[in-house]
């Protein structure tokens, strides 16, 4: 074992700077018999690393190699596997567990040994040491190893003394020993004379030590006397410093009386400076001037400087009664008579203030009522010019222009008393609530009014009514008695509405019907011209209710953004709970939860107080919304762009207004009417007749459906509502698709081809003209169709203007096709070129011509005079008549070679005749 661990010191460890510690021949347990050596080394340099090494003997020679290693750091465990009893296993505990069987049970445990001793000395970290005898851990085995040569000390086992003792010579000591050698030239071969010339040396160095020493103890005495004076001077400071000290002692004791004295006095002065903050605090923030107490009691709440007094008194009153008092406060008697003297002033304020603005209600109410006319008397107004009041915004004006009256001068009258509505709401909440219910009430009675009677000229207008009393009724002489009737009703009362909203819509529909005789629909509109559309009816409509909108919308925001200013009321919806918002100076703040929901209620008042106001809007909307749909159902095109416009221009300025919310309800119903008026022009596309007798040409629908799209171009340019008009294109045009073949599968009268040819044709025509995008999949689909029935219309019409000869170049064909070459056909017994000189001379040129004419005729009958498609039939039967006559030659040169058999006739004869028979008609 030396030999090799010398072996292993020489070639593996100490080219790395390591030395070998211990080392145990090993092999791993349950395997095959590979022995291996598992080394305890130290790095020679610091800091020392400690490892445990495996080391195995090469296949190839007797050298060994290092084949692993383990930081001893790494070690978790070391199990010797049995305590009392020899045993040669053990397992090491590494990142995975190492069991192992050594050659003897004492190599197995100088090896434990030494590990314990390296942890100890170098890295005393918490190894567990498992089945180890104690004894094993406490003292080095007995039995030691040399070291191999080259050492200075024997490490076996781990010797810890060892390592401490042993120490390499440095470059500095080998040059001395080596010099000291070569001057002894001896001393290799006689060490003991060399040992003793050494001692020799050593005593007399020894021996000048000595005398040095000896000659230094006259320094020695010098150095103690001046150390024995050190001290007496030392004495004679400490004895001073002493006397100091009780001076200072003295002086300590007044320091501490002064110093007493002082805090005293402080203390006193303290409570002094508290005393008179607290004195100032209540003076300051506890009284109100006489101003503001005068103000309070006997203000005057209608002149300016009146309002603006009591609104720095009730300010000044609020700071006073809101002041925070610290612990004690309220128990002053002082503080208690002041607080009396608040609560009297806020109750004797409140109330003055309540008086005040239910009298301001009551009077604004009335002045605007006075003016109320009903709807005879505005257009009495209107139409003679009556003088009235010098008001400007007098309802009778205003409702004789369709316009609704101004309440700002109303809404600048209360706005001064905002802020006193707002120190209400925070100090007599009942009080404000009640005004609010006052002014809720009187508002409510007033707009409804105003209101209803706007509706009700709106509905005259949109019947057709003028301020001459000439509109579209004047041209119906059939209901001229009934609407004179109505007009007079209107004009010769000044009292209250003698025609109801259910009268008025029974007179515009009756004045349309009699008009158009049926609702505007895609099936009667073929039949009208662009007079008979009456398209500035619909342009008047589209205004009126263009013009009711525009009123309506500045009249409820305006009466929205007062409530919130008058009522201080939350107009716009707050921010989710805890999020930060910017206050009116831009600075960010988190909002509590409280001041969300407060703001959260306040928005609710709000919309109940609007829902209040004009709770008759959305009736009267929904009303004129019926009326305009009974008059003409294309009506509800307008209206779908219009409201659509105005429900987004609301939601921009507050997505939470009531207008906003109305006019996405009353969306709902035009959007209703919409998708029934275009149901409806399905389904009388589906109720189409034709009759049997005449032939059926463009049919209704489909120049209904043209008509349609031209208008609806025009109404929906550019809108929002676009997507809405393409899904009602895809409906409609699949639905006349649809009918087009149902008509032309039941036309007895004119030929399928020719319906289907030209409908599809004018359809093609619509749609590329009018260049809707979302309809290019249809506009090639009728492209196709066209195509498609032109072509199939020729070749039926056409048929086989040659006959005898169509069939005996048939004959030639099918002989061709049972494998008769084409050279020889002509010795067919059938189909000789006397046969075939005989079937041509049945067609002259003029037989030809005539045929001819009277297929021109034919197809003259069948097609209809509005697409003018006869001169294109014409050209392409034109070409299939030339296409059949150029097969024949082919067949003639090819089967009958050099026979000089032609026909009776050239294809520029066959030109000179379709040309001269399309001339003559």
Known sequence: MTAIKHALQRDIFTPNDERLLSIVNVCKAGKKKKNCFLCATVTTERPVQVKVVKVKKSDKGDFYKRQMAWELRDLTEVDAKDANKDNPEFDLHFEKVYRWVASSTAEKNSFISCIWKLNQRYLRKKLEFVNVSPQLLEELPKAEESVPSGESQSVAGGDEDALDDYQELNTREEQDIESMMEVCEYAISNAEAFAEKLSRELQVLDGANIQSIMASEKQVNILMQLLDQALSEVDNIEGKLLSYEEMLQSVKEQMDQISQSNRLIQISNTNNDKLLDEIQFLVNYMDLSKGHIKALKEGDLSSPKGIEACINASEALSQCMNVALKP??????????????????????ARRLTNHLNNVFVYQFNHFSHFKMTIPQFYRSSCLSLPGHDQSNTLAQHTAELTLPKHSPLHRDLLRYAKLMEWLKNTQRDKYEGLSRTYVDYMTRLYEREIKDFFEVAKIKMAGTSKDGKGKFATLPRKESALKQETESLHGSSGKLTGSTSSLNKLAVTSSNSKRSQSSSLLDMGNMSASDLDVADRTRFDKIFEQVLSELEPLCLAEQDFISKFFKLQQHSTPAQGENVDDADGIVHSRPPSEHRISMSEKDMVRLMMNKIFQNIEMELNSLIALGDKIDSFNSLYMLVKISHHVWTAENVDPASYLSTTLGNVLV??????????????????????????????????????????????????????????????????????????????????????????????????????????????????KQQYTEHLQSYVINSLGQPLEKLNHFFEGVEARVAQGVREEEVSYQLAFNKQELRKVIKEYPGKEVKKGLDNLYKKVDKHLCDEESLLQVVWHSMQDEFIRQYKHFEGLINRCYPGSGITMEFTIQDMLEYFSSIAQSH
Do not use: W
């Open 328 to 349: 004690g406060h309220d128990k002053l008697l002082a503080v208690k008579q002041q607080q009396r003297l608040f609560s009297d002033l806020k109750d004797t304020f």
């Open 669 to 782: 119903t035009v959007k209703r009417n919409f998708d029934k008026c275009i149901s409806g022009q399905i389904r009388q596309m589906e109720e189409v007749k034709i009759s049997k007798k005449s032939k059926v040409g463009i049919l209704q629908f489909v120049t209904g459906f043209e008509e349609f799209a031209k208008l609806a171009e025009a109404i929906f340019r550019n809108t929002e509502r676009r997507g809405d008009l393409d899904k009602a294109y895809i409906k409609l045009i699949r639905a006349v698709f649809n009918n087009v073949e149902k008509v032309a599968n039941e036309s007895q009268k004119t030929p399928r081809d020719v319906v289907m040819m030209e409908n599809f044709h004018h359809i093609f025509s619509t749609l590329s003209s009018l260049k809707i995008s979302c309809l290019e999949t249809e506009r090639k689909e009728a």
